[in-house]
């Protein structure tokens, strides 16, 4: 069972910055992509950013150019730097693994982002 440990949410304030990590027990070799989603209170779980094993990318359009998302192999995590944080970020941000031979990605718990106006 491939688990995911996610970190570095909490309440910050409008304009400012957080970085999540996620770490993966899958084999880092395994793994096709890794990225986060979101989900804001009454509404469906969206994707904010993606990063493919090959390193391309690709953002959610209301976080382009305030988000990236990177990752380091050896440690088998992915990060996601967020930047001038607005209050319409707030959410539960959701971190993501798919890896080869299994048809669904696999999720971690959950880490709640708050920013305050």
């Known amino acids: 069972q491939v688990q995911l440990v996610e970190s570095g949410g909490g309440l910050v304030q409008a304009g400012g910055s957080l970085r999540l990590s996620c770490t993966t027990s899958?084999?880092?070799?395994?793994?096709?992509?890794m990225g986060w989603y979101r989900q804001a209170p009454g509404k469906r779980r969206a994707l904010v950013a993606a990063?493919?094993?090959?390193?391309?990318?690709n953002y959610a359009d209301s976080v382009k150019g305030r988000f990236t998302i990177s990752r380091d192999n050896a440690k088998n995590t992915v990060y996601l730097q967020m930047n001038s944080l607005k209050p319409e970020d707030t959410a539960v941000y959701y971190c993501?693994?798919?890896?080869?031979?299994?048809?669904?990605?696999?999720w971690g718990q959950g880490t709640q982002v708050t920013v305050a106006s």
């Open positions: 993501y693994v798919e890896m080869s031979g299994s048809p669904w990605p696999y």
């Open positions: 899958g084999n880092s070799f395994s793994i096709r992509a």
């Open positions: 990063l493919a094993s090959g390193g391309g990318t």
